[in-house]
Nanobody
Framework: EAQLAESGGGLVQPGGSLSLSCAAS????????MTWVRQAPGKGLEWVSS????????NYADSMKGRFTITRDNAKNRLYLQMNSLRPDDTAVYYC???????WGQGTQVTVSS
């Protein structure tokens, strides 16, 4: 059974940085694209970024371009999201998801506040 587990969230001041990690297991990680999605308090799900199976293609939502970087390590079955220049409106639960959308992690809370 596919499993995804995020880590690395926390409280950070505006302008700060955080690095999220997602550990994948139970499926052939290197053959699937992967995605980060977030949900802010009281709002719906928002797509953040996706990366292809071999990291050749990555895409970002407009508000994250230039601030967030998605990477992956297929040897370690890990997905990452480096978040810089964080803003209060980046506060959300961040989820990693299998490229099919069928599997999601439990999420990690990111709070940007002074």
């Amino acid at each position: 059974e596919a499993q995804l587990a995020e880590s690395g969230g926390g409280l950070v001041q505006p302008g700060g940085s955080l690095s999220l990690s997602c550990a994948a297991s139970g499926f052939s990680f290197s053959t699937y694209s992967m995605t980060w999605v977030r949900q802010a308090p009281g709002k719906g799900l928002e797509w953040v970024s996706s990366i292809s199976s071999e990291s050749s293609v990555s895409n970002y939502a407009d508000s994250m371009k230039g601030r967030f970087t998605i990477t992956r390590d297929n040897a370690k079955n890990r997905l990452y999201l480096q978040m810089n220049s964080l803003r209060p409106d980046d506060t959300a639960v961040y989820y990693c998801a299998h490229g099919s959308g069928d599997y999601w992690g439990q999420g990690t809370q990111v709070t940007v506040s002074s």
